[in-house]
Protein backbone atom coordinates (compact mmCIF):
# COMPACT_ATOMS: atom_id res chain seq x y z
CA UNK A 1 0.00 0.00 0.00
CA UNK A 2 1.13 3.38 -0.26
CA UNK A 3 3.02 5.64 1.83
CA UNK A 4 0.05 6.64 4.46
CA UNK A 5 -0.11 9.45 6.54
CA UNK A 6 -2.99 9.60 9.32
CA UNK A 7 -4.42 13.59 9.95
CA UNK A 8 -6.41 14.17 12.64
CA UNK A 9 -7.51 16.52 14.80
CA UNK A 10 -10.84 17.26 17.04
CA UNK A 11 -13.80 18.79 15.50
CA UNK A 12 -13.10 22.45 13.90
CA UNK A 13 -9.83 22.07 14.27
CA UNK A 14 -9.10 22.67 10.42
CA UNK A 15 -8.58 19.03 9.74
CA UNK A 16 -11.00 19.41 6.09
CA UNK A 17 -8.97 23.23 5.73
CA UNK A 18 -5.54 20.90 6.40
CA UNK A 19 -6.71 18.12 3.79
CA UNK A 20 -7.73 20.78 0.99
CA UNK A 21 -3.91 22.08 1.22
CA UNK A 22 -2.88 18.43 0.70
CA UNK A 23 -5.06 17.83 -2.23
CA UNK A 24 -3.91 21.52 -3.97
CA UNK A 25 -0.71 19.44 -4.32
CA UNK A 26 -1.53 16.18 -5.85
CA UNK A 27 -2.25 14.27 -2.77
CA UNK A 28 -5.11 11.96 -2.19
CA UNK A 29 -6.98 12.27 0.41
CA UNK A 30 -9.14 9.49 2.26
CA UNK A 31 -11.73 11.66 4.23
CA UNK A 32 -13.27 9.52 6.83
CA UNK A 33 -16.36 11.58 7.52
CA UNK A 34 -17.05 11.27 3.86
CA UNK A 35 -17.07 7.23 4.04
CA UNK A 36 -19.16 8.26 7.02
CA UNK A 37 -22.03 9.54 4.73
CA UNK A 38 -21.11 6.68 2.25
CA UNK A 39 -22.21 4.34 4.62
CA UNK A 40 -25.26 5.83 5.69
CA UNK A 41 -26.46 6.43 2.00
CA UNK A 42 -30.06 5.47 1.19
CA UNK A 43 -30.79 2.09 0.56
CA UNK A 44 -27.90 0.72 2.97
CA UNK A 45 -27.57 -1.81 5.51
CA UNK A 46 -26.11 0.83 8.12
CA UNK A 47 -29.17 2.96 7.55
CA UNK A 48 -31.77 0.32 7.86
CA UNK A 49 -30.38 -0.30 11.50
CA UNK A 50 -30.47 3.06 12.18
CA UNK A 51 -33.65 3.46 11.24
CA UNK A 52 -35.07 0.29 13.33
CA UNK A 53 -33.03 1.31 16.30
CA UNK A 54 -33.57 5.29 16.69
CA UNK A 55 -36.92 4.96 15.12
CA UNK A 56 -37.95 6.06 11.53
CA UNK A 57 -38.29 9.79 12.03
CA UNK A 58 -34.42 9.77 11.49
CA UNK A 59 -35.10 9.36 7.82
CA UNK A 60 -36.11 12.35 5.85
CA UNK A 61 -39.13 12.11 3.42
CA UNK A 62 -36.49 11.55 0.38
CA UNK A 63 -34.92 8.34 2.21
CA UNK A 64 -31.51 10.30 3.48
CA UNK A 65 -30.67 10.37 7.33
CA UNK A 66 -31.40 13.13 9.53
CA UNK A 67 -28.14 14.14 10.20
CA UNK A 68 -28.75 16.86 13.01
CA UNK A 69 -31.52 14.68 14.45
CA UNK A 70 -29.04 11.43 15.22
CA UNK A 71 -26.27 13.89 16.00
CA UNK A 72 -28.41 15.26 19.21
CA UNK A 73 -29.49 12.12 20.09
CA UNK A 74 -25.91 10.46 19.76
CA UNK A 75 -24.05 13.23 21.83
CA UNK A 76 -26.71 13.66 24.53
CA UNK A 77 -26.70 10.15 25.19
CA UNK A 78 -23.39 8.00 25.87
CA UNK A 79 -25.14 4.80 25.12
CA UNK A 80 -26.90 5.42 22.08
CA UNK A 81 -23.22 7.23 20.91
CA UNK A 82 -21.66 3.17 21.21
CA UNK A 83 -24.11 1.96 19.59
CA UNK A 84 -23.84 4.07 16.22
CA UNK A 85 -20.31 3.53 16.38
CA UNK A 86 -20.13 -0.01 17.12
CA UNK A 87 -22.83 -0.08 14.03
CA UNK A 88 -20.94 2.31 11.58
CA UNK A 89 -16.85 1.88 12.39
CA UNK A 90 -16.35 -1.76 11.11
CA UNK A 91 -18.11 -0.58 7.76
CA UNK A 92 -16.30 2.89 7.97
CA UNK A 93 -13.05 1.07 8.21
CA UNK A 94 -13.58 -1.84 5.69
CA UNK A 95 -14.16 1.54 3.08
CA UNK A 96 -11.11 3.27 4.16
CA UNK A 97 -9.01 0.88 3.53
CA UNK A 98 -10.48 -0.37 0.24
CA UNK A 99 -10.05 3.82 -1.01
CA UNK A 100 -6.41 3.48 0.62
CA UNK A 101 -5.55 0.86 -1.67
CA UNK A 102 -7.29 3.03 -4.49
CA UNK A 103 -4.58 5.74 -3.81
CA UNK A 104 -2.27 6.94 -6.58
CA UNK A 105 -0.38 9.85 -5.31
CA UNK A 106 2.89 9.86 -4.15
CA UNK A 107 1.60 9.42 -0.44
CA UNK A 108 -2.17 9.27 0.74
CA UNK A 109 -3.94 10.97 3.20
CA UNK A 110 -5.90 8.99 5.82
CA UNK A 111 -8.32 12.42 7.37
CA UNK A 112 -9.97 10.98 10.43
CA UNK A 113 -11.23 12.99 13.65
CA UNK A 114 -11.08 9.53 15.39
CA UNK A 115 -7.89 8.08 13.87
CA UNK A 116 -6.10 7.55 17.34
CA UNK A 117 -9.57 6.54 19.67
CA UNK A 118 -10.48 3.78 16.56
CA UNK A 119 -6.79 2.68 16.49
CA UNK A 120 -6.35 3.97 12.37
CA UNK A 121 -2.70 4.56 13.04
CA UNK A 122 -2.12 1.27 12.47
CA UNK A 123 -2.44 1.69 8.41
CA UNK A 124 -0.24 4.68 8.95
CA UNK A 125 3.35 5.40 8.36
CA UNK A 126 3.38 8.66 10.22
CA UNK A 127 0.32 10.50 12.18
CA UNK A 128 0.42 14.72 11.90
CA UNK A 129 -2.07 16.63 14.29
CA UNK A 130 -4.01 19.04 13.40
CA UNK A 131 -3.96 21.32 17.05
CA UNK A 132 -5.38 24.37 17.76
CA UNK A 133 -6.60 25.42 21.60
CA UNK A 134 -9.77 24.08 22.58
CA UNK A 135 -11.50 27.92 22.60
CA UNK A 136 -10.44 28.03 19.17
CA UNK A 137 -12.17 24.74 18.42
CA UNK A 138 -15.42 25.78 19.86
CA UNK A 139 -15.25 29.13 18.61
CA UNK A 140 -14.79 27.96 15.18
CA UNK A 141 -17.06 25.00 15.29
CA UNK A 142 -19.78 27.24 16.68
CA UNK A 143 -19.63 29.55 13.63
CA UNK A 144 -19.43 27.09 11.26
CA UNK A 145 -22.59 24.44 12.09
CA UNK A 146 -24.25 26.67 14.53
CA UNK A 147 -24.96 23.85 16.53
CA UNK A 148 -25.97 24.50 20.67
CA UNK A 149 -22.48 25.00 22.49
CA UNK A 150 -23.45 21.87 25.13
CA UNK A 151 -23.87 20.13 21.70
CA UNK A 152 -20.10 20.94 20.39
CA UNK A 153 -18.83 20.57 23.98
CA UNK A 154 -20.07 16.90 24.00
CA UNK A 155 -18.65 15.66 20.94
CA UNK A 156 -15.33 17.25 22.16
CA UNK A 157 -15.89 15.54 25.54
CA UNK A 158 -16.12 11.99 23.23
CA UNK A 159 -12.72 12.79 21.64
CA UNK A 160 -9.34 12.34 22.55
CA UNK A 161 -8.04 15.42 24.76
CA UNK A 162 -5.61 18.01 22.74
CA UNK A 163 -2.99 16.86 24.98
CA UNK A 164 -3.18 12.97 24.36
CA UNK A 165 -3.86 13.97 20.69
CA UNK A 166 -0.23 16.03 20.55
CA UNK A 167 1.46 13.67 22.44
CA UNK A 168 0.41 10.73 20.12
CA UNK A 169 1.75 12.85 17.49
CA UNK A 170 4.79 12.31 14.90
CA UNK A 171 3.95 15.82 13.51
CA UNK A 172 2.03 19.06 14.52
CA UNK A 173 0.27 21.31 12.28
CA UNK A 174 -0.69 24.49 14.51
CA UNK A 175 -3.53 26.04 12.82
CA UNK A 176 -4.35 28.84 15.51
CA UNK A 177 -3.12 31.38 13.47
CA UNK A 178 -4.62 32.32 9.57
CA UNK A 179 -4.88 29.82 6.78
CA UNK A 180 -2.13 31.13 5.37
CA UNK A 181 0.13 29.87 8.05
CA UNK A 182 -1.33 26.69 7.66
CA UNK A 183 -0.57 26.24 4.30
CA UNK A 184 3.13 27.31 4.90
CA UNK A 185 3.25 24.04 7.30
CA UNK A 186 1.41 21.82 5.07
CA UNK A 187 3.67 22.53 2.20
CA UNK A 188 6.75 22.00 4.56
CA UNK A 189 5.46 18.83 5.32
CA UNK A 190 4.57 18.09 1.85
CA UNK A 191 8.31 18.08 1.37
CA UNK A 192 9.45 15.93 3.89
CA UNK A 193 6.90 13.28 3.32
CA UNK A 194 8.18 12.98 -0.43
CA UNK A 195 11.68 13.18 0.67
CA UNK A 196 10.78 9.96 3.21
CA UNK A 197 9.45 8.31 0.46
CA UNK A 198 12.39 8.59 -1.29
CA UNK A 199 14.82 7.59 1.53
CA UNK A 200 12.14 4.29 2.43
CA UNK A 201 12.88 3.21 -1.81
CA UNK A 202 16.68 3.06 -1.41
C1 LIG B 1 -23.71 11.79 14.43
C2 LIG B 1 -23.59 12.24 12.99
C3 LIG B 1 -24.71 11.67 12.13
C4 LIG B 1 -23.68 13.78 12.95
O1 LIG B 1 -23.51 14.17 11.57
P1 LIG B 1 -23.12 15.72 11.26
O2 LIG B 1 -23.23 15.86 9.78
O3 LIG B 1 -23.88 16.62 12.15
O4 LIG B 1 -21.60 15.84 11.72
P2 LIG B 1 -20.32 15.24 10.98
O5 LIG B 1 -20.56 13.84 10.57
O6 LIG B 1 -19.82 16.22 9.96
O7 LIG B 1 -19.29 15.18 12.20
C5 LIG B 1 -18.80 16.45 12.69
C6 LIG B 1 -17.67 16.14 13.60
O8 LIG B 1 -18.18 15.45 14.74
C7 LIG B 1 -17.18 14.60 15.23
N1 LIG B 1 -17.72 13.24 15.33
C8 LIG B 1 -18.47 12.58 14.40
N2 LIG B 1 -18.78 11.35 14.84
C9 LIG B 1 -18.20 11.24 16.08
C10 LIG B 1 -18.15 10.21 17.07
N3 LIG B 1 -18.78 9.04 16.86
N4 LIG B 1 -17.45 10.43 18.21
C11 LIG B 1 -16.81 11.60 18.40
N5 LIG B 1 -16.82 12.62 17.51
C12 LIG B 1 -17.52 12.43 16.37
C13 LIG B 1 -16.00 14.68 14.29
O9 LIG B 1 -15.08 15.68 14.69
C14 LIG B 1 -16.68 15.14 13.03
O10 LIG B 1 -15.71 15.69 12.18
C15 LIG B 1 -22.23 11.83 12.39
O11 LIG B 1 -21.21 12.55 13.03
C16 LIG B 1 -21.94 10.34 12.51
O12 LIG B 1 -22.49 9.54 11.76
N6 LIG B 1 -21.04 9.96 13.46
C17 LIG B 1 -20.76 8.54 13.67
C18 LIG B 1 -19.73 8.03 12.68
C19 LIG B 1 -18.35 8.48 13.11
O13 LIG B 1 -17.87 8.06 14.14
N7 LIG B 1 -17.70 9.34 12.29
C20 LIG B 1 -16.30 9.73 12.57
C21 LIG B 1 -15.41 8.84 11.67
S1 LIG B 1 -13.74 8.75 12.27
N1 LIG C 1 -6.70 28.98 10.27
C1 LIG C 1 -8.02 29.23 10.26
N2 LIG C 1 -8.47 30.48 10.48
C2 LIG C 1 -9.79 30.76 10.49
N3 LIG C 1 -10.77 29.83 10.29
C3 LIG C 1 -10.36 28.55 10.09
C4 LIG C 1 -8.99 28.19 10.06
N4 LIG C 1 -8.92 26.84 9.81
C5 LIG C 1 -10.20 26.40 9.71
N5 LIG C 1 -11.08 27.43 9.85
C6 LIG C 1 -12.54 27.37 9.84
O1 LIG C 1 -12.92 26.71 11.05
C7 LIG C 1 -14.00 25.80 10.81
C8 LIG C 1 -13.52 24.38 11.15
O2 LIG C 1 -12.54 24.01 10.19
P1 LIG C 1 -12.68 22.58 9.47
O3 LIG C 1 -14.07 22.38 9.00
O4 LIG C 1 -11.56 22.47 8.48
O5 LIG C 1 -12.41 21.66 10.74
P2 LIG C 1 -12.52 20.09 10.80
O6 LIG C 1 -11.46 19.61 11.73
O7 LIG C 1 -12.57 19.48 9.44
O8 LIG C 1 -13.94 19.96 11.51
P3 LIG C 1 -14.86 18.62 11.73
O9 LIG C 1 -14.15 17.77 12.74
O10 LIG C 1 -16.15 19.16 12.21
O11 LIG C 1 -14.94 17.98 10.37
C9 LIG C 1 -14.38 25.96 9.35
O12 LIG C 1 -15.45 26.90 9.26
C10 LIG C 1 -13.12 26.51 8.71
O13 LIG C 1 -13.42 27.31 7.56
Known amino acids: ?26 IAVVDA ?29 NGELDRRALRQRVFSNPE ?24 KSPYVILSAPLLLENGLEKYCQRVVVVDVPETVQLQRTLQRDNSPKKEVEAIMQAQLSRDTRRQKADDILNNDGSIEKLQQQVKQLHQRYLAAIVAQEK
Not at 5 to 26: D, W
Not at 47 to 58: P, T
Not at 81 to 96: C, Q, S, Y
Request: glycine share 10%.
Open 1 to 26: MTYVVGLTGGIGSGKSAATAEFEKLG
Open 33 to 61: DVVARQVVMPGTSCLQAIAEHFGSHLVTK
Open 80 to 103: EKEWLNNLLHPAIREEILVQLEQA
